[in-house]
T-cell receptor, first 114, second 115 residues
Framework: KAGVTQTPRYLIKTRGQQVTLSCSPI?????VSWYQQTPGQGLQFLFE?????QRNKGNFPGRFSGRQFSNSRSEMNVSTLELGDSALYLC????WGEGNQPQHFGDGTRLSIL | GNSVTQMEGPVTLSEEAFLTINCTYT??????LFWYVQYPGEGLQLLLK?????DKGSNKGFEATYRKETTSFHLEKGSVQVSDSAVYFC??????????????FGKGTKLSVKP
């Protein structure tokens, strides 16, 4: 069974640009969550999507947005990039409606802002 | 608020030594608890989980017991190997409805095992 796939693995952008990251969940998983990992702040929750709807949101500015498609694939977008957005962005998938199931993570997209 | 506190690293051990990484939590309600491991250049892998008080999660020689009275979920392994070198994260989630909820992570503990 294929795992969570994130593309691209690495990305370099400059301040002010925008970026879109992609995540394909494990087959059959309908919930997708996004996390930001930085050395200073650690792992922080961005948002969770299920059935093409945002179900849960972390404490990030509106520059961070996401969406989910009917096949459960998800994208996240960051607009007007800032130096502090340099991070590893991790996507995780899990079943919906089955309590206490763990989230399964992809290898992440490393975003560097110059 | 809900939070996870785990021991500061890095932790350096010799092969076959005993490992303990402390983790305590603060949560409203009844969380599920997890240990995840991250190898260099990779995402997080679930190591073990426990969903209610007194549950013991175990995997690959690692164990952790959900202690509600001490709000703890300490990770232990009797004999570490060089291949166990990684960063370990303790995490909790408060499930609601069908969602798994968002994971709340500790800061991570880097483990280095020397031959």
């Amino acid at each position: 069974k294929a795992g969570v796939t994130q593309t691209p693995r690495y990305l370099i952008k400059t301040r002010g640009q925008q970026v879109t990251l992609s995540c394909s969940p494990i087959s059959g998983h309908r919930s997708v969550s996004w996390y930001q990992q930085t050395p200073g702040q650690g792992l922080q929750f961005l948002f969770e999507y299920f059935s093409e709807t945002q179900r849960n949101k972390g404490n990030f500015p509106g520059r961070f947005s996401g969406r989910q498609f009917s096949n459960s694939r998800s994208e996240m977008n960051v607009s007007t990039l800032e130096l502090g957005d340099s991070a590893l962005y991790l996507c995780a998938s899990s079943p919906w409606g089955e309590g206490n199931q763990p989230q399964h993570f992809g290898d992440g997209t490393r975003l560097s802002i110059l | 608020g809900n939070s996870v506190t785990q021991m500061e690293g890095p932790v350096t051990l010799s092969e076959e030594a005993f490992l303990t990484i402390n983790c305590t939590y603060t949560a409203t309600g009844y969380p599920s608890l997890f240990w995840y491991v991250q190898y260099p250049g990779e995402g997080l892998q679930l190591l073990l989980k426990a969903t209610k008080a007194d549950d013991k999660g175990s995997n690959k020689g690692f164990e952790a017991t959900y202690r509600k009275e001490t709000t703890s979920f300490h990770l232990e392994k009797g004999s570490v190997q060089v291949s166990d070198s990684a960063v370990y994260f303790c995490a909790l989630t408060l499930n609601y409805g069908g969602s798994q909820g968002n994971l709340i992570f500790g800061k991570g503990t880097k483990l280095s095992v020397k031959p």
